[in-house]
């Protein structure tokens, strides 16, 4: 499918590639076009270096999602991978004896040991896993928007970021394993010891829905009706050779990508200098390769975007770019 199709029709388009070669441009100025075209959009940076406020030039807090003014139906969103922690706290505060004050009996029990050991070990980076947990919101397609366009950070990060489901679901199913046998243990104790209400325990659910928002979101990752990865690239042979690195990484992942952008091309023009033809000459050649391994042999749509004398930022030059892109 066309990028224009994509824009008008999935719910999840995911923009990736090495780093500087243009995906938050791409991205935003994708999502100013769907936004345009009715459908609600929610571009979301999940890059800790954010740069998609600066982009379209508007304030982001992080966290927030925030309406973009003046144009209407757009929402911009810098993922904040530190703040998410506090609205799981049913998963860092698991620990019913504590609560009831009986801390010291945890010494010695290999069950408690176990916790501790996956507590303190801190599986998977868990500041980047509660992140992801946040974002999981919008992967799944119960909200209020019609599609959500991911700008995301460099090649290494996002992979380890798309690989997140697989690593957190054994981690989470051994909690709520936990959890549960814990629970059921000290569950008499607690009503025999606690005179007063402690305040209701939710650990096990967040557990819960975090392991069924990972599951469901897997799957929409997955499913070429909802989501496509668009990759953004510049013809040059190492960009061709992280190209060939990342989509063999998506397949693994199953995730599907149908176009690649090539982006900053030099283009013809009369008075081009000594510089500039060198450059040219360098990219056309690099070009016909990416034609003959993405295009030819792997079936990928190409879109090939022109580089500008200016920056690319803001909504007359993402707009611009928005032609060469989406046409
Ligand atoms: N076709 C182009 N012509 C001219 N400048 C461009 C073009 N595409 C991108 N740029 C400029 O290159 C810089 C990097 O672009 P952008 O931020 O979109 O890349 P990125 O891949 O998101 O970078 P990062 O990996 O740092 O997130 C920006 O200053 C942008 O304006
Ligand atoms: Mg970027």
Redesign the pocket.
Known sequence: MELKDLLLNLKIIM?G????????????SSAIWAAEHGRNTLIIST?P?H?LG??LGVELPPGVPTPIEDINNLTGLEINPKANVAEFRGLTEMNPLEEMGMGDMMEGMPLLGDLEDLTSSNPPGIDEALAFGKILEFIETEHDYDLVIF????TGHTLRFLGLPETLSGWIGKLIKMRMRIGKMFGAFKRMFSREEKKSDNSLEVLERLNQSIINARDDLSNPVKNSFII?MIPEEMAILETGRLLNELIKYDIPVSNIVV???YQRTTELCDFCKGRREMQQKNLSNIKKIFQDKLNKILIE?????????EYD?LKE?GE?LIG
């Open positions: 923009f590639g090495k780093g500087g070669v243009g995906k938050t441009s791409c991205a935003a890059d270096a740069s600066d982009s700008d995301t950070a460099p953004v982006n900053q091309l975007i022109p580089l500008f004398k200016e920056e690319i930022r030059k770019m060469f």
